[in-house]
């Protein structure tokens, strides 16, 4: 069993593998506490100079998109379709 802590899956680019775009880092996770599994991984695309896919501060990829956790990357696969339908998460309130 392989195991990674969360301070390394954000230093992991996420790729799409449907379009070879560059999505950004992880940045937060969203889990269901209720029976203990990840639900979705949130990417922020920061230090980009443009979105291909709107003004979205983070995208949120549903964990069964993720096809592979690699040494240097995180490969998704969504498609263009998918990924511009991703939630913005200007809306998810914050902890004070």
Request: glycine share 10%; hydrophobic share 30%.
């Amino acid at each position: 069993m392989r195991r990674v802590s969360t301070a390394d899956l954000r230093r992991l680019e996420v790729i799409n593998l449907c379009g070879g775009e560059r999505l950004g880092y992880p940045c937060d996770f969203e889990i269901d506490l209720d029976c203990g599994s990840i639900l979705s991984l949130i990417v922020s695309p920061e230090g980009r100079g443009f979105s291909l896919f709107g003004e979205c501060e983070d995208y949120v990829i549903p964990w069964c998109r993720i096809e592979c956790i690699g040494e240097d990357a995180i490969l998704v696969k969504l498609d263009r379709n998918e990924i511009s339908c991703c939630q913005s998460s200007k809306g998810r309130k914050k902890r004070k």
